[in-house]
């Protein structure tokens, strides 16, 4: 039987507050089941009244079939005694996704063009747009494409139509340069973690016309931030900032192709990072192993 090379590799992502005996009692327990470490990360906010966060990887033989009893050992030995909230996932399950876009393309076809390559360990279940300039841009990827207008009349119509369409057969969304600001009912019956990349180092340049307002305060750096979306615009836990030095001489078109190049990178590695369960969030900020 061929097996993938993710086969049988886990992902523990534990949080709990911080004590005594945390690491020793997941080591344990892998061990017991059977398990070999490959890799473990760990972070406390503080010593004293701290939060504890772990993300552990795992080879474990049969992995799937055995699931459930990793499961009730992880909840019975580890959540119980010590508080914990937990995710167990398989690497070879990669995450489904839907992509929303409008009309720039730059980060939606960077995800496609890297997704084609196999850098990121997803699978795209349909690109949703509120205007059909991609659709053969995407199609030629052998993704499903989606036109659904969105106006100021009919907002809540698309929206449903996104929830009817989405309808809990993805994991997580990315919103591509989608020109829309999300509902907070929308984000409520969603019921998924949402990325987005917003177009400076926030909270800088707000609104619209993000690179005029840039080269006219004479900006020396442009920026780009992901970040988990939330009710409260452009203000939900960053997963990755990045920034590229400009100088006075650049013309807004040439801010413009720097800022498409530092949003894809940004916008990549956060997707790749949530994919590989490498995200905690923690309140408003996140944890990133």
Aim: glycine residues 6%.
């Amino acid at each position: 039987m061929t097996t993938t090379p993710d086969a049988d590799i886990a992902r523990l992502i534990i949080s709990c507050p911080d004590q005594h005996g945390i690491v020793a009692a997941v080591s344990t327990l892998i061990a017991e089941l059977g398990g070999n470490i490959l890799t473990l990360d760990q972070y406390s906010t503080g010593v004293e009244g701290g939060r504890f966060f772990q993300r552990t990887v795992f080879h474990l033989p049969r992995l799937a079939a055995r699931r459930s009893e990793v499961e009730q050992e992880v909840e019975f030995r580890l959540a119980r005694p010590f508080s914990m909230e937990w995710q167990l996932t398989e690497a070879a399950r990669p995450k489904r996704v839907a992509i929303f876009a409008s009309k720039t393309d730059h980060c939606l076809l960077d995800l496609l063009w890297r997704h084609r390559r196999g850098e990121l360990p997803m699978q795209i279940a349909v690109v949703i747009s509120n205007h059909p300039d991609l659709e053969e841009d995407v199609r030629r990827f052998g993704i499903e494409f989606v036109h659904v207008p969105v106006d100021r009349e009919n907002k809540a119509a698309a929206e449903a139509e996104h929830l009817r369409l989405l309808d809990g057969t993805v994991d997580f969304i990315v919103l591509a340069r989608y020109m829309q600001v999300l509902s907070a009912d929308f984000l409520e019956k969603i019921g998924v973690p949402i990325i987005n990349i917003h177009h400076s180092f926030l909270p800088a340049f707000i609104g619209a016309g993000p690179y005029q307002k840039a080269k006219d305060r004479g900006v020396k750096l442009i920026g780009a931030t992901a970040h988990y979306v939330t009710e409260d615009l452009d203000e939900g836990p960053i997963i990755e900032q990045d920034v590229i030095r400009v100088s006075h001489a650049d013309d807004v078109a040439q801010l413009t192709r720097y800022g498409a190049d530092v949003e894809r990178s940004v916008l990549s590695r956060a997707v790749k990072w949530h994919c590989e369960d490498r995200v905690i969030r923690h309140g408003n900020s996140t944890i990133v192993f």
